[in-house]
């Protein structure tokens, strides 16, 4: 059993209190906030003692992993910590929006040789993983095109949007990160453009709500990535793989998924799940699974530290791209 320190108290808390204290292996022992009136809360509703100072976290013996949920602008210096202290540490993406941070982070986890899990939890998506699966084993033949469709159901706050690095760091990430893992190759073209049509804050900030990616692989296989901050039908997240002998897809979830037929429609559903933390879940649990079997075995996690630098670089070449409008 691992007891774990959560770094965090916002969003993300709310969605790894739960899947620890649903894990077997796992021990919620801390809740962190430097604020203890956030600290308390969130201990409150999930157990574990409420703390206000990392070093007294990262110094207690009770504490054996930490899972930082904090800000990006907070990601470097935790993991740097938390390797100076020896603790494995699974860290919410992206590791920071600079690749000069990032560089000073790997140099320490490679110092430290600590345990260290990135949450690109989409990798751990039943139907992402059992798409690249048969993807390896060749049931398509050769890989020629990999499209994701990543759409959201609304814009977030503004000032998310303002702190958020723009949408290729934010969000298009997981689809770079997504796509770069099922091909198992990276890219070595990348063209990239965006709007604005949704929400005008956006423009104001000088981001984009309706952005869409192209990545050339060495192989020859072109990735099409395109998002949206706004779906008025839900939260649409499908791939669709292409190759020499065949079409691999998933589908978008809903609550159930039987289809009627009548008068007025035919091959109805239900609508689409609504939000990201509704559709990917159990991914988020899967992620903690993985990262609980890499500590405990000893081995490297399929989620690295490198894969999150990688998925950086392209994401700022996606944002250079569509600034200057050319290829990188």
């Not at 209190?17 to 430097?34: S, T």
């Not at 969130?42 to 990262?58: H, N």
């Not at 110094?59 to 938390?82: E, Q, S």
């Not at 944002?319 to 290829?327: E, F, L, M, T, V």
Request: hydrophobic share 40%; net charge negative; charged share 20%.
């Amino acid at each position: 059993m691992l007891g774990v320190a959560l770094l965090g108290t916002s969003r993300m808390a709310h969605v790894y209190g739960p899947k620890i204290n649903a894990h077997n292996g796992l021990r919620l022992e801390v809740m962190f906030n430097p604020r203890e009136s956030s600290s308390n809360a969130v201990a409150d509703q999930y157990g574990g003692r409420a703390m206000t100072v990392l070093d007294d976290v990262l110094g207690d013996p009770a504490v054996d992993a930490v899972i930082i949920a904090t800000p990006t602008n907070t990601h470097v210096d935790y993991i740097v910590r938390a390797a100076q202290a020896g603790k494995p540490i699974y860290c919410e993406k992206p590791l920071d929006q600079s690749l000069v941070r990032v560089d000073e982070c790997l140099e320490t986890l490679k110092e430290h040789r600590v345990p260290f899990m990135l949450g690109f939890n989409r990798r751990f998506d039943s139907d992402n993983a059992a798409l690249a699966a048969a993807v390896r084993n060749g049931e398509i033949g050769r890989l020629t095109m990999l499209v994701s469709t990543s759409r959201e159901p609304a814009p977030p706050p503004i000032e998310y949007v303002r702190n958020s690095g723009g949408y290729f760091v934010d969000a298009t990430i997981h689809d770079i990160d997504l796509m770069c893992w099922i091909a198992g190759e990276s890219p070595v073209q990348v063209i990239a453009t965006g709007s604005c049509v949704h929400d005008p804050r956006i423009c104001a900030e000088g981001d984009y709500d309706l952005p869409m990616t192209t990545l050339k692989m060495p192989s020859g296989l072109l990735v099409h990535i395109n998002n949206s901050r706004s779906c008025a039908y839900g939260i649409d997240q499908r791939i669709e793989a292409f190759g020499d002998d065949g079409l691999l897809q998933t589908v978008n979830h809903c609550d159930e998924n039987v289809l009627r037929w009548g008068a007025t429609a035919t091959e109805a559903k239900q609508p689409l799940k609504h939000f990201f933390l509704e559709r990917y879940d159990m991914s988020f649990y899967n992620a903690l699974g993985e990262f609980y079997s890499s500590v405990t075995e000893d081995r490297t996690p399929s989620a690295t530290a490198l894969d999150g630098r990688a998925a950086l670089q392209v994401a700022l070449a996606c944002q250079n791209s569509a600034i200057n409008g050319r290829a990188i």
